[in-house]
């Protein structure tokens, strides 16, 4: 449920890695394993926006 929410980037995204977003689901701030729309790197910090559930806790996200 937490598609088209937004999020920041908590730890690096690498390149066709997996890293950590904070995105907040229920209000209640979660921390979800994260892969990035791509394969492009992200840094932490940057806000993103959750576009799949890949499995229950891994997301894909893109940058806004």
């Known amino acids: 449920s937490c598609v088209g929410s937004q999020g920041t980037v908590y730890l690096d995204i690498p390149e066709g890695g997996i890293g950590e977003i904070r995105v907040i689901v229920s209000d209640v701030v979660t921390y979800v394993k994260a892969r990035a ?4 790197a992200l840094k932490a910090g940057l806000p993103v926006r959750v576009t799949h559930i890949l499995e229950v806790t891994l997301v894909e996200v893109e940058p806004i």
């Not at 729309?37 to 492009?40: C, I, Y």
């Open 37 to 40: 729309a791509g394969g492009a």
